[in-house]
């Protein structure tokens, strides 16, 4: 495992593969496997920073202030038919549970190993937290793991399932500065609305929509700017060591850690097909009007999956520009995955329980 610390950091600084998160998940893996050290023992500090960062959720919540103050829903509020794409990008959750199902697993291990789809490490830990606490540091590492990736697979992945021509298409952008008033009542829609239909994913997704509030609504500038900044690297960083800190050789060098990996590959390639895919089937029904390669961007892998398409599309037209709707896809993929992770934690339990199972 200190090879494997080693190894995230290598990608990290030589291939520059996400530093801010490989770094200190690298070294906090490191640093729980020095032997007789016992910093991830019982009462060490990784231990300490794990239970009181991660299982009481506030690790996590912190980041999504932080991710909602950085981000701009502009976009998406003048074109929600954009949140179409973004719920098609969560269908790779469904398929990754499914076959965890029948690959043995237990209905709340594979909720919590189909929740990578999402690519949203928050949401997958404190889904993992609350279902499966056993798989927690495998998920998360998976999760993230394959966040620094994404790049690398959505790229073949694109050009595999698009043609030049449907890569080359481009889309009307409306432009124009939206009212405040709009801006500042979509995040406060948004968490009611959806706190009622999934309230279990209400912590999230408050925190979410607190971030974007602060950032839209105009007289909390230093709140907003601490969120984006100060804020979010010190929560990285924690929430990098604890992570690291949960890789202990005994509990993670398992069979079952290498098929979560295996599957975690099945949710992220399935959730950037399916959204492809989808994005691809309105553009016919529209009759050419819809890119599909921003249908790889309706997952949570924010920014990384709309510069990724935007840049795919000007390989194969320099002057088309598909950042406004490629971010309002990915931005809407942030709002979706929360969503999903609040269902999933609201309704898995309910099911279960009906059918006799939990």
Known sequence: MIGVGLAFIYLAISRGYEPFLLIPIGFGAILANVPYAGLAAPHGVLDTLRRSGIENELLPALMFVSIGAMCDFTSLIRRPILLLFAAAGQLGIFVTLNVSLALGFTPFEASSIGIIGAMDGPTAIMVTQRLAPHLLGPVSVCAYS?????????????????????????????????????????????????????????????????????????????????????????????????????????????????????????????????????????????????????????????????????????????????????????????????????????????????????
């Open 146 to 358: 394959y966040m620094s990736l994404v790049p690398l697979l959505q790229r073949p992945l694109s050009k595999l399932l698009t043609t030049p021509e449907e890569r080359r298409i481009r889309m009307e952008y409306a432009s124009g500065e939206l009212p405040r008033s709009v801006r500042v009542a979509f995040p406060i829609a948004v968490f009611l609305v959806s706190s009622l239909v999934a309230p279990q994913g209400a912590l999230l997704m408050g925190c979410l929509m607190l971030g974007n509030l602060i950032r839209e609504s105009g007289v909390a500038r230093r709140l907003s700017e601490g969120a984006q900044n100060e804020l979010a690297n010190i929560v990285t960083l924690l929430l990098g060591l604890s992570i690291g800190g949960t890789m202990e050789a005994e509990s993670f060098l398992t069979p079952t850690t290498l098929h979560i990996f295996a599957l975690g590959l099945v949710a992220f390639v399935s959730a950037i097909s399916l959204g492809i895919l989808f994005a691809k089937a309105t553009n016919a029904l529209t009759g050419g009007k819809v890119n599909p390669l921003i249908g790889a961007c309706g997952v949570s892998a924010f920014p990384m999956a709309a510069r990724t398409a935007h840049a795919l599309g000007r390989e194969e037209d320099p002057d088309n520009w598909l950042l406004p709707q490629s971010l309002a896809t990915n931005v809407g993929g942030q709002i979706a995955s929360v969503a999903a992770g609040g269902a999933i934690l609201t309704y898995a339990p309910l099911v279960l329980s009906l059918l006799g199972i939990a």
